[in-house]
């Protein structure tokens, strides 16, 4: 599975430099020289003669902070035409290739996604979705049964238990939450 950890943004100077809108709480590891990153498929540019093709995979040369935005240069994109090209691709690495959380309260997205939602009681409410992350606290998103979603707060009052073994999600949800 795809872990998306930015989005090219514009080119910065004539260099090949770009911007990069970071979607991982690991920057410094992430975008650290040498780290392969793979691009989200169908990320290419117009098919016209001479065009730049997005490679599947691009190899992070160098990356700085710079006015509060993260510059990365790839190795093999040296001018600003080839960095303009890479606007808008989503760029990511293997789920496999990262290392689970130490903190045993602590997920990975594709941890949880898939996996079964249950009462207390065993009763199956669902499966897990996807993971909002929303400024108050993270939301799982529960695919009910009946095709509907419903969204539960990834709160320990109410997701006291998370079986990652077992493939469960305890849920305890106050009355009527998921009828919203």
Known sequence: MLLIVGRIGKPHGIRGEVTVE??????EARFAPGMVLR?????????AP???????????ESARWHQ????????????????????????????A??????????FHDHQLVGLAVVN???????????????????LLVLRRPEGRTALIPFV?????????????????PPGGLLDL
Request: aromatic content about 2%.
């Open 50 to 60: 001479g065009a730049y093709r997005v490679p599947a995979e691009l190899t992070v």
């Open 39 to 47: 691009t989200e498929p169908g990320a290419v540019a117009p098919e």
């Open 156 to 172: 320990k009052a109410i997701v006291p238990e998370v079986d990652l073994a077992g493939g469960r999600v305890v849920v305890d």
């Open 120 to 138: 207390p009681q065993g009763e199956r409410l669902g499966e897990v979705a996807r993971i909002d992350h929303a400024p108050a606290s993270d």
């Open 22 to 27: 970071v979607r991982t709480d690991e920057p």
């Open 68 to 95: 509060g935005r993260l510059l990365v240069a790839f190795e093999g994109v040296l001018d600003r035409n080839v960095a303009e090209a890479l606007r808008g691709t989503l760029i990511g690495v293997d789920s």
């Open 97 to 106: 290739a990262v290392a689970p959380p130490e903190d045993p309260e602590e």
